[in-house]
């Protein structure tokens, strides 16, 4: 790093995330419960008039057979909610990932899936990573 670049302090910190690799990360946070859900991973795109889009992450989760009251506990003791809006699945799982001080920039389709562009404030970050 140059003398000159050590002087400034970036603004924001880029992440991409790929739609398969956070829904592995789902799958970690759902812990015991992975076992008794299906987990879907997506998106929507909300148009903003003036101003950009809202992209909204979605985790929705379904029972499968023989579900047990047992098995909704291990669900909501992970954080997730099977009875739950799956934006807001997704918003925590974020949540749980970047913290609250994030923003999803952009959400693309690519050759090999979609995957998210997200950013946060550097101070942010660097308050995360050196506690």
């Known amino acids: 790093m140059t003398d000159y670049l050590s002087r400034l302090e970036p603004e ?35 148009e903003n008039p003036g101003s ?18 047992e098995d909704r506990h291990k669900v909501l003791q992970s954080g997730f909610s099977i009875d739950r809006v799956p934006f807001d699945n997704g918003d925590y799982a974020m949540e749980q990932i970047f913290g609250t001080e994030y923003m999803i920039t952009h959400a693309e389709e690519d050759d090999d899936g979609a995957f998210f562009t997200i950013e946060m404030p550097y101070r942010y970050y660097h308050a995360l990573t050196n506690p």
């Open 52 to 69: 950009s889009p809202l992209i909204r992450p979605m985790v929705q989760l379904t029972e499968i057979s023989r579900f047990t009251e």
């Open 12 to 46: 924001e910190v880029r992440f991409f995330i790929d739609v398969s690799e956070f829904k592995s990360i789902v799958l970690e946070m759902l812990g015991e419960a992975q076992d008794v859900v299906q987990v879907d991973v997506g998106y929507e795109t909300v």
